[in-house]
Nanobody, 127 residues
């Protein structure tokens, strides 16, 4: 059974930092890319970062490039999202996604290509 558990969300002031973690269980971690999406009310769930199994290939949405860093620890079956220089517009529910065939496929398919989601963690950035 697949389970993804996110943690690390919370309230932070603009300019601050948070690190999200996503602990995975099941077969959808080994050999697969992982990603982080975010969603605000009334809007679609958007891919903001993805990382290949080997960590050799990463992707960042323009809105977070240079501020966020995705990484993974395959031994711990955990993927991270380090978020620096946070802005109020980063306020959203952040979701971990597993079982991605590749970073490229994640970019092409977006949320529609994801079979496994975490429950999400809320990040609130105050101005």
């Amino acid at each position: 059974q697949v389970q993804l558990v996110e943690s690390g969300g919370g309230l932070v002031q603009a300019g601050g930092s948070l690190r999200l973690s996503c602990a995975a269980s099941g077969r959808t971690f080994s050999g697969y890319a992982m990603g982080w999406f975010r969603q605000t009310p009334g809007k679609e769930r958007d891919l903001i970062a993805a990382i290949s199994w080997s960590s050799g290939h990463t992707y960042y949405a323009d809105s977070v490039k240079g501020r966020f860093t995705i990484s993974r620890d395959n031994a711990k079956k955990t993927v991270y999202l380090q978020m620096n220089s946070l802005k109020p517009e980063d306020t959203a529910v952040y979701y971990c996604a597993a079982g991605l065939a590749s970073v490229s496929s994640a970019r092409i398919l977006g949320a529609s290509g994801i079979n496994y989601w975490g429950k999400g963690t809320l990040v609130t950035v105050s101005s």
